[in-house]
């Protein structure tokens, strides 16, 4: 429902976003996962912390956002520049939610449908369109990026409320993500209005991304292909600056500067309805879907604890730790029973955790920061199965282990305080 007269009038600039084309979607996919990655090394591997990271990706943010107005046309690596940089800062935001503050993913992926879904209202009362083929004025531009930032901010509380809250797993969230897209892509293959088609898919693409960026990086212990987050990030990045500089030379993605015919335009006029109807369908599967997994956990939850409670008195000893003949002081756990955790068994994390100490102990940093990459993808595998039965013991341990994390990957580690964040652990786990 494009209003070709307000369009004329108000037309001042060329088109400033890429048409939609298979390169537009691998681009998309690719800067989701390097912007992860590269949130992860400046909070992890350079210890900035998560507010630190925030800011420096905020104000590169805004460099790229003035970079990104002052053009008057679609400039692939300004836009995709942008795009990387929007992808961190969306991430950072929900992560600062739920890690600073403390939002469930739950409130998160309401708080970000409910901004999502206000900026489109607002941009259609305005222009009256949300299609991408007319971003030809600064206010269509700032709709445009503003709705950019809430699709990623809402697909990364989406994804984590999947993959951890919900005990899927990165994988599993990956399959559903990837079949709910193609599904969006048929249906517009047979008439789906394609603004609708098109935003539907752009929120899913954060998920998936951070999916197979998982599935490459983790070790093959872990189901992965053992590429590791550094390789990954490489590969991605290789990747992106490749496409990007064919569609610079080529152009094959930059939208004609006729608006004489505006492929959305047609079909604008289904758009409301079929946008209320996928909505709701969207929202009752999602519902009954968390409502049943939950339920599910819940019990699993119930069952375990019931065990911990008639185990509770044997205890279990912990095992010694390897220190490979360098002494730190008294070791934990040695000659020690365990106490029983309201969270269950973490006999698992407390032998990554004796093991990463033993090989830092004996030297080994490379070997220390590899083991605890295991405690990293255990402890998120378990969430879902062990936060429901104690949050706050819960967030305590896992505040311990982010901080086991960003000492032991740190760029100029601390021998002292790897093995005091350690120690540490090792007393919160019992």
């Known amino acids: ?123 259609y009362s305005s222009e009256r369109t949300l299609s991408i083929h007319s971003i030809v004025t600064s206010k269509r531009e700032g709709f445009y990026w503003l709705a950019i930032l809430f699709t990623f901010a809402l ?23 990837a079949v709910l897209i193609a599904m969006a892509a048929v249906a517009w293959r047979f008439g789906l209005n394609p603004v609708l088609a098109f935003w539907f898919i752009y929120i899913l693409t954060r998920p998936l991304g951070a999916s197979i960026g998982d599935y490459l990086s983790q070790p093959s212990s872990q189901g992965g292909l053992g590429l590791g987050a550094t390789v990954t990030s490489l590969i991605f990045v290789i990747g992106i600056i490749g496409i990007v500089t064919y569609l610079t030379v080529t152009k094959t993605d930059v939208i004609s500067d006729d608006f004489a015919v505006d492929p959305d335009a047609a079909a604008d006029r289904g758009g409301l309805w079929q946008t209320v109807v996928v909505v709701a369908l969207v929202l009752v599967a999602a519902g009954t879907g968390y409502s049943l997994r939950k339920s599910s956990l819940e019990q699993d939850s ?12 044997a ?45 830092l102990n004996a030297g080994n940093q490379s070997g220390a920061t590899t083991r605890v990459d295991d405690l990293e993808t255990e402890w998120d595998n378990a969430e879902a199965r062990m936060k429901p039965k104690d949050k706050a013991e819960w967030t305590t341990i896992d505040g311990k282990i982010d901080t086991v994390l960003r000492d032991l990957r740190a760029t100029s580690p601390k021998p002292a305080s790897e093995r005091a964040a350690l120690t540490a652990l090792l007393d919160a786990l019992g």
Not at 41 to 67: H, K
Not at 158 to 172: C, F, H, K, W
Not at 303 to 309: F, I, L, R, T
Not at 339 to 352: M, T, V
């Open 302 to 313: 119930s069952d375990s604890a019931g065990a911990v409670q008639s185990d509770s008195g």
């Open 315 to 359: 205890g279990q000893p912990a095992g010694p730790i390897p220190t490979g003949g360098q002494a730190a002081g008294p070791v934990p756990g040695e000659g020690q029973t365990a106490r029983p955790s309201p969270l269950g068994d973490l006999s698992k994390f407390r032998k990554i955790t004796q093991d990463t100490l033993g090989l």
């Open 155 to 177: 697909g990364t509380a989406t994804g984590d409320l999947m993959a951890e809250v919900l005990g899927l797993g990165y994988l599993v969230t990956g399959i559903i993500v």
């Open 1 to 123: 429902m494009t209003s070709q007269h307000a369009l004329a009038s108000s037309r001042r600039l060329l088109n400033k976003v890429p048409e939609v084309t298979i390169y537009f979607w691998i681009v998309k996919v690719l800067c989701t996962t390097v912007g992860e990655s590269a949130a992860d090394f400046l909070n992890v591997n350079l210890n900035f912390g998560l507010t630190a990271t925030s800011v420096v990706t905020g104000v590169l943010l805004v460099v790229a956002m003035i970079f990104q107005f002052s053009a008057n046309r679609y400039v692939p690596s300004r836009y995709w520049f942008a795009v990387a940089l929007v992808s961190v800062f969306g991430t950072l935001v929900t992560d600062n939610l739920t890690d600073s503050i403390g939002v469930p993913l739950e409130a998160s992926t309401l708080i970000f449908g409910a901004l999502l879904t206000l900026t489109f209202l607002m941009w």
